[in-house]
């Protein structure tokens, strides 16, 4: 499956994307507010593509000018995700490499991708949280129509070793029916 949005090519990870992905992935400023730690090896990379980013929903996020992988999308399903039991929700995930902070990339994604998921699989409520000083990816939220829904003060982060305070927000259909006519 591939999703153009105006600047963007969202398509599946493939191992040649390890050095792209490790270029960006290797910024101590991209991972750990997200939840993992910076990667250290070009293998470590290719390994993450091979066992991390091969969800069904899973993208890599990619410039229309030459494909080249600069983020990552991704809606979690039911089994891959601790924010829903349910099959007809998901949760939403992403990053984007440093370079391209800023220039509105990541919402453009968000925005094909939530279409996605409630047009072609049928979700009715997707999913999506930040860590406490995470605002970049909380203005994502806001930007893409994401509601609060709960805050917690001791969420395990087990890849950092880590307990932060999470903030959860969510999306219904029919919300994103109404702002989207």
């Given at each position: 499956?591939?999703?153009?949005?105006?600047?963007?090519?969202?398509?599946?990870?493939?191992?040649?994307?390890?050095?792209?992905?490790?270029?960006?992935?290797?910024?101590?400023?991209?991972?750990?507010?997200?939840?993992?730690?910076?990667?250290?090896?070009?293998?470590?990379?290719?390994?993450?593509?091979?066992?991390?980013?091969?969800?069904?929903?899973?993208?890599?996020?990619?410039?229309?000018?030459?494909?080249?992988?600069?983020?990552?999308?991704?809606?979690?399903?039911?089994?891959?995700?601790?924010?829903?039991?349910?099959?007809?929700?998901?949760?939403?995930?992403?990053?984007?490499?440093?370079?391209?902070?800023?220039?509105?990339?990541?919402?453009?994604?968000?925005?094909?991708?939530?279409?996605?998921?409630?047009?072609?699989?049928?979700?009715?409520?997707?999913?999506?949280g930040y860590y406490d000083?995470?605002?970049?990816?909380?203005?994502?939220?806001?930007?893409?129509?994401?509601?609060?829904?709960?805050?917690?003060?001791?969420?395990?982060?087990?890849?950092?070793?880590?307990?932060?305070?999470?903030?959860?927000?969510?999306?219904?259909?029919?919300?994103?029916?109404?702002?989207?006519?």
């Amino acid at each position: 499956m591939i999703i153009n949005t105006e600047r963007l090519i969202l398509r599946p990870w493939n191992e040649s994307d390890a050095s792209s992905l490790y270029k960006y992935a290797k910024d101590p400023d991209i991972g750990p507010i997200a939840g993992w730690p910076p990667h250290s090896s070009m293998e470590e990379s290719r390994d993450v593509i091979r066992n991390v980013f091969c969800g069904p929903e899973c993208y890599a996020v990619c410039s229309k000018t030459d494909n080249v992988a600069i983020g990552c999308i991704e809606l979690k399903l039911n089994g891959k995700t601790d924010m829903t039991e349910r099959d007809d929700e998901c949760e939403l995930g992403y990053w984007i490499g440093k370079d391209f902070w800023g220039q509105g990339l990541i919402p453009e994604a968000a925005r094909a991708l939530i279409r996605h998921g409630f047009e072609k699989l049928n979700m009715n409520v997707i999913w999506c949280g930040y860590y406490d000083g995470n605002t970049k990816s909380k203005r994502v939220q806001e930007k893409t129509g994401f509601v609060y829904h709960h805050t917690c003060e001791e969420v395990a982060v087990p890849l950092m070793g880590e307990v932060r305070i999470g903030h959860t927000n969510y999306l219904t259909n029919e919300q994103w029916r109404l702002n989207n006519r």
